[in-house]
């Protein structure tokens, strides 16, 4: 990808100077946007937390004891209160996705652009449907 | 000086990770956050589903796909947050990490050698 003038040969052939203008640690801070924007790129590390401690959940299923212990340790308030915390994380993930995917995703149809209401409610309607299926898993059992 | 971005390639695990993640995560920490506590998912149930090749498949899938979406979002939140100067060793930390998280994901579902033992192990589970 080109990057324009940052990378071009100053005069005389000498080597690429590139300006970078200090940034605040904090500049995050400064708007609403830039937070939200702060706060979505978190999401992804408490999401995988919570990925890991699915797999230590798998891995504790091999044996019978532990695995009760781990079952028993669902319940305490202090996993129901981590538990939220991922839950708030992971529904802003979701909701922030979704509503982006039709600036990514343009899908055409003859001549037609497809609405972004379809593209965005698609991802919806198939997001009802996985979790409705995972429930259902689940539930049956 | 100039090189190919390595770009590209991280970005399939990466999407791949973002929709996966979109997609299930909500319901998987209601499963496990609110049925699990108020007892409509037995523990034979939920024991049963993470023994099963295919409950065993799809959290290896979450994990792998979770940890490279992550690795590429912080990697690039901590270079946004000034450390740019250290971009190359910031990318290694992060997609080595997804690496080998997927590896020990991998190992732990489809039960090569005691991966299983040693993560509970690490975890204090055991």
Redesign the interface.
């Known amino acids: 990808?080109a990057s324009g003038g940052a990378?071009s040969t100053g005069p005389g052939g000498s080597k690429p100077r590139n300006y970078?203008r200090p940034?605040p640690?904090l500049w995050?801070l400064k708007r609403p946007a830039y937070l939200k924007f702060?706060v979505r790129?978190?999401t992804?590390?408490f999401?995988?937390g919570?990925?890991?401690?699915?797999?230590?959940?798998?891995?504790?299923?091999?044996?019978?004891d532990?695995?009760?212990?781990?079952?028993v340790s669902?319940?305490s308030s202090t996993?129901?209160a981590?538990?939220?915390v991922?839950?708030a994380f992971?529904?802003f993930?979701?909701v922030t996705?979704?509503n982006l995917t039709p600036r990514a995703i343009v899908v055409h149809r003859g001549e037609e652009k497809l609405p972004e209401s379809a593209i965005k409610g698609a991802?919806y309607a198939?997001?009802v449907v996985?979790?409705a299926v995972?429930?259902f898993?689940?539930?049956r059992? | 000086m100039s090189r190919r971005s390595n770009e590209p390639m991280w970005w399939l695990p990466f999407s791949g990770g973002m929709m996966v993640d979109a997609m299930v995560i909500p319901a998987l920490v209601i499963i496990t956050g609110a049925l699990v506590p108020l007892g409509l998912v037995s523990e034979e149930t939920l024991r049963g589903l993470l023994s099963h090749i295919l409950g065993r498949l799809f959290v290896f899938v979450v994990v792998a796909l979770s940890l490279f979406h992550a690795a590429h979002r912080l990697r690039f939140t901590l270079i946004d947050l000034g450390l740019k100067s250290v971009k190359g060793p910031i990318g290694v930390v992060m997609y080595g990490s997804a690496i080998v998280g997927t590896l020990v994901a991998g190992a732990a579902a489809f039960g090569l050698g005691d991966v299983c033992g040693s993560v509970l192990r690490v975890c204090g589970g055991r």
């Open positions: 990808m990378t970078l940034m640690v995050w702060m790129e978190v992804s590390a999401i995988a919570y990925a890991l401690c699915l797999l230590v959940l798998m891995c504790g299923a091999g044996d019978a532990g695995f009760h212990t781990m079952f669902l319940q996993s129901i981590l538990h939220i991922v839950l992971a529904l993930h979701t996705f979704f991802h198939g997001w996985v979790s995972l429930f898993i689940v539930l059992g």
